[in-house]
């Protein structure tokens, strides 16, 4: 029997708070890398949000968000 290996990485949703206006956003976090981080826009807001993703030993993503210039 064969097992079809899927190449997509798995993408999940997670709520935020933005560090500038306080509105919470939704980000999606790559599940196949250990750690990330990247800048992405504030939906509510539209400024630079650093977000920092690692990923914990249970396998739920750690999410951080911070101003860009920190």
Not at 8 to 26: A, D, L, V
Not at 39 to 50: F, G, L, N, S
């Amino acid at each position: 029997m064969r097992y079809r290996v899927s190449s997509m990485p798995e993408f999940t949703e997670q709520s935020i708070s933005c560090p500038y206006c306080g509105e919470t956003i939704t980000v999606l976090i790559d599940g196949s890398l250990a750690e990330q981080q990247y800048t992405e826009d504030c939906q509510v807001c539209c400024r630079p949000i650093m977000v920092d993703v690692a990923i914990g030993t249970d396998g739920a993503p750690i999410v951080g968000a911070k101003v860009e210039s920190e």
